[in-house]
């Protein structure tokens, strides 16, 4: 392989009347190469204008998620040889207003996030030193936990692309990993945030955010148990 081809989503908001891409050429300089390094190739040594975001490197932080040769992914887990092409296609993440280049306003995502209220809401004042889980209980809330806030699901969802209100698959994620936790006492509460018009039922089980979720995590799935849950709740008021 004497280099790769890269064709990278380039839109400065301020400047120009319409996105293009531009395409470097990046030779394969170490074994593993990942897509965020080559990005880096191309900011310290083609275009230094180039904007993108990343952090940690290592899968934690979330902030590198981006669409890659046709799938969202996170830049900095995904090596080149891996997409199996000589031609690297990178865009911004979906749904989520541009920035600059791949950097795109995040705002809107947290903003679902903090809605669905990400905290324990116990229902007993604070004891001496901690409320204790048992490990069957601290199966219900695992994998979940493992959620980055990448965004990776909300921008392959169809239904955020449709409506920007809808909570998305993320919130809704975390919505369910709070109801499922045992020391956790704001069951109605929760339902009710979820239980709307763009809420649950607004999901049409394409299971797209399920598909691209670099933890593997299941968000569909989530979505669902809210669903059941709600339904539990008016129908039998359990
Ligand atoms: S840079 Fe943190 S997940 Fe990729």
Not at 17 to 30: A, L, T
Not at 54 to 71: L, P, Q, T, V, W
Request: charged share 30%; with cysteine; glycine share 6%.
């Amino acid at each position: 392989m004497a280099e790769y081809i890269f064709e990278v989503f380039r839109f400065d908001p301020d400047a120009d009347s319409k996105p293009r891409f531009d395409i470097f050429r990046v030779p394969p300089f170490k074994k593993g190469l990942t897509v965020l390094e080559a990005l880096f190739y191309v900011q310290e040594k083609l275009d230094g204008s180039l904007a993108f975001r990343s952090s940690c490197r290592e899968g934690a932080c979330g902030s590198c998620a981006m669409h890659i040769n046709g799938k969202y992914r996170l830049s900095c887990e995904t090596q080149v040889k891996d997409l199996f092409s000589d031609k690297v296609v990178v865009q911004p993440l979906g749904h989520l207003r541009v920035l600059r280049d791949l950097v795109v306003d995040m705002e809107p995502f947290f903003a679902k996030y903090k809605y669905i209220m990400p905290f324990l809401m116990p229902g007993s004042p604070p004891p001496e030193r901690e409320r204790p889980q048992t490990v069957g209980d601290q199966m219900k809330v695992l994998p979940s936990v493992d959620c980055i806030l990448c965004a990776c699901c909300h921008a392959s969802c169809t239904v955020t692309g449709t409506d920007p209100e809808y909570l998305g698959p993320a919130a809704l994620l975390w919505a369910d990993r709070f109801v499922r936790d045992s020391r956790d006492d704001a069951l109605d509460e929760r339902l009710r945030l979820v239980d709307q018009l763009h809420g649950i039922w607004r999901c049409h089980t394409i299971f797209s955010c399920q598909e691209v979720c670099p933890k593997d995590l299941d968000p569909t799935g989530a979505i669902a148990d809210l669903k059941r849950r709600a339904l539990r709740r008016k129908l039998l008021g359990q």
